[in-house]
């Protein structure tokens, strides 16, 4: 069975720093892009930041500069560090982790997509 544990999230000032950890347990085959998605009182779950197993990133407009996602294929983790924090990043952060289809040893496995608990982030103004 698949896990995604989180860790990092808290309470910062504005203008603080916050790193955020997601580690995958289980089996996963054919792991694509890992990433995070946050989601804010009232709004839609959004894209933060993602990075594909070839180490092409992907960034909101709104984090570009200030957040940095990085992966480790060997440990199946992704991390993002959370720098010049705003007011507005507050939200409930999300790790994700999409796997594409394909056969690995005659054996066909669908794409799958997994989600993390989520872990609060509050900045403080």
């Known amino acids: 069975q698949v896990q995604l544990v989180e860790s990092g999230g808290g309470l910062v000032q504005a203008g603080g720093s916050l790193t955020l950890s997601c580690a995958a347990s289980?089996?996963?085959?054919?792991?694509?892009?890992m990433g995070w998605y946050r989601q804010a009182p009232g709004k839609q779950r959004e894209l933060v930041a993602a990075v594909t197993s070839g180490g092409r990133t992907n960034y909101a407009d709104s984090v570009r500069g200030r957040f940095t996602i990085s992966r480790d294929n060997a440990k199946n983790t992704v991390s993002v560090q959370m720098n010049s924090l705003k007011p507005e990043d507050t939200a409930v952060y999300y790790c994700?982790?999409?796997?594409?289809?394909?056969?690995?040893?005659?054996?066909?496995?669908?794409?799958?997509?997994?989600w993390g608990q989520g872990t609060q982030v509050t900045v403080s103004s």
């Open positions: 994700n982790v999409r796997s594409r289809a394909g056969y690995i040893a005659g054996i066909y496995y669908t794409s799958k997509e997994y």
């Open positions: 289980g089996i996963i085959f054919n792991i694509d892009a």
